[in-house]
Each structure stands twice: as C-alpha cells, then as structure tokens.
C-alpha cells in the first residue's frame, strides 16, 4: 500500500497560518484517482473531519468556517490543508487520508498517514 506522508505542522500563534502537505510515498499513486481527506485528533478526543477533495468538489467541517482551504497539485501530487487564522482549538494531530467514497466519514478512507502535529499557541 502507498504510504502517506504528511508535512507542514508546526507551532504558530493564534491567528497565524500552516499549509499541511500530503505526498505519497510513490508517484505512481494519483491523488486524483480518490477522495482525499484530512482528519484531525486532540488529546482526549475522537479523530474528526476537517475537509475533504475529488476533482473540483470539496467538503469541509462546520469548525472551518472559511479559514481552511483544501487543494490538489497535480504536477506535484500533493494535496494541501491551507489553515489560516488559526485558533487554539485548532491544536492536534493532522492527518491525511485516501478513500473511494466522497464522505466525511472516516471509515469511507483505508489508507492513512502517521500524521503532523499543529499545536496553535494563545
């Protein structure tokens, strides 16, 4: 299976912005062929959506409310997580993900990345 790798996170300040990127561990593998998605998990919580691509159809949790933009390069294939004005509870383990089904449902993807922590400092 092709592995995921995501890159990006960091410590920021609140207000601040991250872009997260997703490459695989081949280029053999198109993120265009699948519904790409990122996930993320606090401490204590339960891993929940942020946002989700195919093609030109994109997705995004209520939480995001504009502040994230999520993208596609094809020449690079790499999807990203464009986060701004980021707050606090934005803070947690990022993870992207690769699925058939266009869903925000988690269980819809069965290939994942180790993750990339965000930690976004008041």
């Known amino acids: 299976q092709v592995q995921l790798v995501e890159s990006g996170g960091g410590l920021v300040q609140a207000g601040g912005s991250l872009r997260l990127s997703c490459a695989p561990s081949t280029r053999t593998f198109n993120p265009n062929t699948y519904v790409m998605g990122w996930f993320r998990q606090s401490p204590g919580k339960e891993r929940e959506f942020v946002a989700a691509?195919?093609?030109?159809?994109?997705t995004y949790a209520d939480f995001v409310e504009g502040r994230f933009t999520i993208s596609t390069d094809n020449a690079k294939n790499t999807v990203y997580l464009q986060m701004d004005s980021l707050k606090p509870e934005d803070s947690a383990v990022y993870y992207c993900a690769a699925g058939a089904a266009f869903s925000r449902d988690q269980a819809a993807y069965n290939n994942w990345g180790q993750g990339t922590q965000v930690t976004v400092s008041s």
């Open positions: 691509i195919r093609w030109t159809l994109t």
